[in-house]
């Protein structure tokens, strides 16, 4: 059965860091990319990260570009997202999400999501 | 990057009878459009793919339609489960955004 169970989530201060991390397990996976997408309390979904199977090709929405870094360790089945410079508006529940079939044909496994509270 | 809007923001439906829920692209994302469902509390969960494929284990009752810029989601009769916020996204170019969702809700 797939699982993605994200953590990490926290309270932090504007200007701060945070690593989550999405834990995969039930499918091979190296050979799906992953994706992070989050929710701001209230509003609707928010593309935010993609990383290739291999971890050779990452994408960034421009929100989040220069601040926010994907990464994976397909030994560990594990997926990253290192969140550096937070800012109020990326208060939100985070999300990893697999590929389908192919990166033209959504995500088909979602972890339960992880709260990232940006606030002084 | 590429916006998507929905329309209408919410749809006020009654149970047994069918929905139509648009999404447009800004440019054309060929037939790479996917759909979710959302229910509070919940992730979402993938309904449609490739404009018009219906994902693992979603009823029959559930289509897409649409290539290019305009995409339609239809379902043909709610059931009570089906009250939720749908969302469209594009796979076609990075970034992979998302349309603003449409509110299902029980008349």
Request: aromatic share 12%; with cysteine.
């Amino acid at each position: 059965e797939v699982q993605l169970v994200e953590s990490g989530g926290d309270l932090v201060q504007p200007g701060g860091s945070l690593r989550l991390s999405c834990a995969a397990f039930g499918f091979t996976f190296n050979s799906y990319a992953m994706s992070w997408v989050r929710q701001a309390p209230g509003k609707g979904l928010e593309w935010v990260s993609a990383i290739s199977g291999s971890g050779g090709r990452t994408y960034y929405a421009d929100s989040v570009k220069g601040r926010f870094t994907i990464s994976r360790d397909n030994f560990k089945n594990t997926l990253y997202l290192q969140m550096n410079s937070l800012r109020a508006e990326d208060t939100a529940v985070y999300y990893c999400a697999k590929d389908s079939i192919s990166s033209s044909s959504g995500f088909d496994f979602w972890g339960q999501g992880t709260l990232v509270t940006v606030s002084s | 990057e590429i916006v998507m809007t929905q329309s209408p923001a919410t749809l006020s439906v009654s149970p047994g009878e069918r929905a139509t829920l648009s999404c447009r692209a800004s440019q054309s994302v060929s037939s790479n459009l996917v759909w979710y469902q959302q229910k509070p509390g919940q992730a979402p969960r993938l309904l449609i793919y490739g404009a018009s494929t219906r994902a693992t284990g979603i009823p029959a009752r559930f289509s897409g339609s649409g290539s290019g810029t305009e995409f339609t989601l239809t379902i043909s009769s709610l059931q009570s489960e089906d009250f939720a916020v749908y969302y469209c996204q594009q796979h076609n170019n990075w970034p992979r955004t998302f349309g603003q969702g449409t509110k299902l809700e029980i008349k």
